[in-house]
């Protein structure tokens, strides 16, 4: 009797964690639908900085920085599972984004220098 309760509240605690992950997954999906969306997570990525080193010469620091890079990771692997198109339009569209700005700074400079 004490197994199958033990059995029950395991199983039961398994169904719990599963509807929660699934729930997590699609909020992902949901957020990445509009560009707004797909632009926070980008900047989550981005200031998470989990496309480049954490390493620091103060260990506190580095410390912090690892844990921010750790929780990005964390969303981007959601993102990799739940919508791995989306993380290559938001990919796409962060670099579109990145080469206006550069052009409109470099047009900024040059009315500025005339």
Same mark, same amino acid.
């Given at each position: @009797? =004490?197994?199958?309760?033990?059995?029950?509240?395991?199983?039961?605690?398994?169904? =719990?964690?599963?509807?929660?992950?699934?729930?997590?997954?699609?909020?992902?999906?949901? =957020?990445?639908?509009?560009?707004?969306?797909?632009?926070?997570?980008?900047? #989550?990525?981005?200031?998470?900085?989990?496309?480049?080193?954490?390493?620091?010469? %103060?260990? $506190?620091? @580095?410390?912090?920085?690892? $844990?921010?890079?750790?929780?990005?990771? @964390?969303?981007?692997?959601?993102?990799? =599972?739940?919508?791995?198109?989306?993380?290559?339009?938001?990919?796409?569209? %962060?670099?579109?984004?990145?080469?206006?700005?550069?052009?409109?700074? #470099?047009?900024?400079?040059?009315?500025?220098?005339?």
């Amino acid at each position: @009797m =004490i197994e199958t309760d033990s059995k029950k509240r395991k199983e039961e605690s398994n169904r =719990i964690e599963k509807r929660k992950r699934e729930r997590e997954l699609s909020d992902i999906r949901a =957020i990445s639908l509009i560009p707004e969306g797909r632009r926070f997570i980008w900047r #989550i990525l981005e200031d998470a900085k989990v496309f480049a080193s954490c390493y620091d010469r %103060h260990n $506190g620091d @580095m410390s912090f920085y690892e $844990g921010k890079r750790d929780l990005g990771l @964390m969303v981007w692997r959601d993102v990799i =599972i739940s919508v791995p198109e989306k993380y290559v339009q938001m990919v796409n569209e %962060h670099e579109s984004d990145r080469k206006r700005e550069e052009k409109e700074r #470099i047009e900024f400079e040059k009315k500025l220098s005339e």
